[in-house]
Protein backbone atom coordinates (compact mmCIF):
# COMPACT_ATOMS: atom_id res chain seq x y z
CA UNK A 1 0.00 0.00 0.00
CA UNK A 2 1.11 3.68 -1.40
CA UNK A 3 1.90 6.11 1.86
CA UNK A 4 -1.20 8.05 0.85
CA UNK A 5 -4.83 6.98 -0.02
CA UNK A 6 -6.83 8.67 -2.79
CA UNK A 7 -11.00 8.07 -2.40
CA UNK A 8 -13.13 8.06 -5.36
CA UNK A 9 -16.78 7.98 -5.97
CA UNK A 10 -19.85 9.31 -7.21
CA UNK A 11 -21.25 12.32 -5.08
CA UNK A 12 -22.88 11.05 -1.63
CA UNK A 13 -20.67 7.93 -2.12
CA UNK A 14 -18.99 9.26 1.47
CA UNK A 15 -15.35 10.44 0.53
CA UNK A 16 -15.42 13.20 2.47
CA UNK A 17 -16.67 11.66 5.66
CA UNK A 18 -14.95 8.72 5.35
CA UNK A 19 -11.98 10.70 4.00
CA UNK A 20 -11.66 13.01 7.46
CA UNK A 21 -12.30 9.51 9.78
CA UNK A 22 -9.60 8.14 7.68
CA UNK A 23 -7.01 10.57 8.15
CA UNK A 24 -7.92 11.18 11.17
CA UNK A 25 -7.05 7.25 12.42
CA UNK A 26 -3.91 7.29 10.43
CA UNK A 27 -2.66 10.99 11.63
CA UNK A 28 -2.40 11.80 7.93
CA UNK A 29 -3.33 15.17 5.98
CA UNK A 30 -7.02 15.28 4.83
CA UNK A 31 -7.46 16.97 1.49
CA UNK A 32 -10.89 17.29 0.05
CA UNK A 33 -10.21 18.67 -3.74
CA UNK A 34 -13.92 20.10 -3.97
CA UNK A 35 -13.24 22.14 -0.95
CA UNK A 36 -9.93 23.01 -2.43
CA UNK A 37 -11.25 24.25 -5.64
CA UNK A 38 -14.01 26.63 -3.37
CA UNK A 39 -11.03 28.24 -2.02
CA UNK A 40 -8.79 28.24 -5.21
CA UNK A 41 -12.20 29.88 -6.90
CA UNK A 42 -13.81 31.43 -3.85
CA UNK A 43 -17.26 29.94 -5.10
CA UNK A 44 -19.35 27.02 -4.46
CA UNK A 45 -19.01 24.31 -6.57
CA UNK A 46 -21.94 24.78 -7.92
CA UNK A 47 -21.24 28.82 -8.67
CA UNK A 48 -17.49 27.82 -10.29
CA UNK A 49 -19.36 25.16 -12.51
CA UNK A 50 -22.36 27.39 -13.84
CA UNK A 51 -19.99 30.07 -14.42
CA UNK A 52 -17.69 28.02 -15.79
CA UNK A 53 -19.36 25.18 -17.70
CA UNK A 54 -18.31 21.59 -18.04
CA UNK A 55 -15.14 21.64 -19.65
CA UNK A 56 -13.32 24.94 -18.13
CA UNK A 57 -14.22 23.32 -14.24
CA UNK A 58 -12.85 19.96 -15.56
CA UNK A 59 -10.00 21.68 -16.27
CA UNK A 60 -10.28 23.85 -12.70
CA UNK A 61 -10.69 20.61 -11.22
CA UNK A 62 -7.79 18.81 -13.22
CA UNK A 63 -5.17 21.65 -11.89
CA UNK A 64 -6.50 21.33 -8.35
CA UNK A 65 -5.79 17.48 -8.23
CA UNK A 66 -2.11 18.66 -10.48
CA UNK A 67 -1.47 20.51 -6.91
CA UNK A 68 -1.66 17.75 -4.51
CA UNK A 69 2.00 16.53 -3.16
CA UNK A 70 0.84 13.64 -1.65
CA UNK A 71 2.77 12.75 1.37
CA UNK A 72 0.57 10.74 4.35
CA UNK A 73 -2.22 12.02 2.61
CA UNK A 74 -5.89 10.96 2.59
CA UNK A 75 -7.48 12.32 -0.95
CA UNK A 76 -11.04 12.97 -1.46
CA UNK A 77 -11.84 13.43 -4.95
CA UNK A 78 -15.06 15.22 -6.57
CA UNK A 79 -16.88 12.66 -8.50
CA UNK A 80 -16.11 13.54 -11.38
CA UNK A 81 -12.37 13.72 -11.14
CA UNK A 82 -12.20 10.54 -13.24
CA UNK A 83 -12.65 12.18 -16.48
CA UNK A 84 -9.15 13.84 -16.69
CA UNK A 85 -6.88 11.34 -17.35
CA UNK A 86 -3.22 12.84 -16.03
CA UNK A 87 -4.99 13.94 -12.81
CA UNK A 88 -6.02 10.17 -12.37
CA UNK A 89 -2.49 9.45 -13.29
CA UNK A 90 -0.97 11.36 -11.06
CA UNK A 91 -3.62 10.43 -8.18
CA UNK A 92 -3.01 6.77 -9.01
CA UNK A 93 1.19 7.18 -8.98
CA UNK A 94 0.72 8.47 -5.51
CA UNK A 95 -1.57 6.72 -3.86
CA UNK A 96 -3.76 4.12 -3.45
CA UNK A 97 -7.39 4.17 -4.87
CA UNK A 98 -10.44 3.32 -3.19
CA UNK A 99 -13.78 3.30 -5.18
CA UNK A 100 -16.20 3.98 -2.67
CA UNK A 101 -19.13 1.72 -4.32
CA UNK A 102 -22.66 2.97 -3.07
CA UNK A 103 -26.13 1.49 -5.04
CA UNK A 104 -27.80 3.56 -7.08
CA UNK A 105 -30.73 3.98 -4.56
CA UNK A 106 -28.76 5.10 -1.73
CA UNK A 107 -27.28 7.82 -3.36
CA UNK A 108 -30.83 8.98 -4.31
CA UNK A 109 -31.54 8.99 -0.65
CA UNK A 110 -28.63 10.73 0.33
CA UNK A 111 -28.68 12.95 -2.28
CA UNK A 112 -32.66 13.60 -3.53
CA UNK A 113 -31.30 16.82 -5.30
CA UNK A 114 -28.18 16.89 -7.37
CA UNK A 115 -28.77 20.64 -8.73
CA UNK A 116 -26.86 22.50 -6.26
CA UNK A 117 -23.80 20.25 -5.95
CA UNK A 118 -21.84 20.88 -9.00
CA UNK A 119 -22.66 17.87 -10.31
CA UNK A 120 -21.01 17.33 -14.12
CA UNK A 121 -23.76 15.89 -16.72
CA UNK A 122 -24.66 16.90 -19.92
CA UNK A 123 -27.89 18.74 -20.13
CA UNK A 124 -30.09 16.16 -21.22
CA UNK A 125 -28.39 13.40 -19.38
CA UNK A 126 -30.27 11.55 -16.50
CA UNK A 127 -28.47 11.53 -13.14
CA UNK A 128 -29.10 7.61 -13.13
CA UNK A 129 -26.91 7.66 -16.78
CA UNK A 130 -24.37 9.65 -15.46
CA UNK A 131 -23.76 7.11 -12.66
CA UNK A 132 -24.00 4.19 -15.01
CA UNK A 133 -21.58 5.52 -17.10
CA UNK A 134 -19.47 6.92 -14.06
CA UNK A 135 -19.51 3.45 -12.51
CA UNK A 136 -17.50 1.38 -14.95
CA UNK A 137 -14.40 4.36 -14.95
CA UNK A 138 -14.52 4.41 -11.15
CA UNK A 139 -13.54 0.70 -11.36
CA UNK A 140 -10.95 1.26 -13.99
CA UNK A 141 -9.13 3.04 -11.22
CA UNK A 142 -9.89 1.34 -8.73
CA UNK A 143 -6.98 -0.24 -6.17
CA UNK A 144 -9.47 -1.63 -4.03
CA UNK A 145 -13.36 -1.32 -4.35
CA UNK A 146 -14.95 -0.86 -0.94
CA UNK A 147 -19.36 -1.06 -0.94
CA UNK A 148 -20.69 1.89 1.48
CA UNK A 149 -24.16 0.99 1.68
CA UNK A 150 -24.24 -0.21 5.35
CA UNK A 151 -22.77 3.11 6.57
CA UNK A 152 -19.71 4.87 7.69
CA UNK A 153 -18.64 2.61 10.41
CA UNK A 154 -18.54 -0.59 8.17
CA UNK A 155 -16.75 0.79 4.99
CA UNK A 156 -14.06 2.37 7.67
CA UNK A 157 -13.02 -1.12 8.84
CA UNK A 158 -13.13 -2.56 6.16
CA UNK A 159 -10.76 -0.42 4.31
CA UNK A 160 -8.73 -0.50 7.38
CA UNK A 161 -8.72 -4.67 6.56
CA UNK A 162 -7.28 -3.40 3.38
CA UNK A 163 -4.83 -1.25 4.32
Do not use: W
Not at 23 to 49: G, H, R, T
Not at 88 to 104: A, D, G, Q, R, T
Amino acid sequence: MKKSISLIGMAGAGKSSIGRKLANYLKFDLIDSDQLIESNQNKSLQEVLVENGIQKFKKIEEAAILSVEFNQTVLATGGSVIFSKKAMNHIKSNSSVIYLEVSFENIMDRIPDFSNRGFIKEVDQSVKHAFNERESIYREFADHIVTNNKGLESCFNEILRII
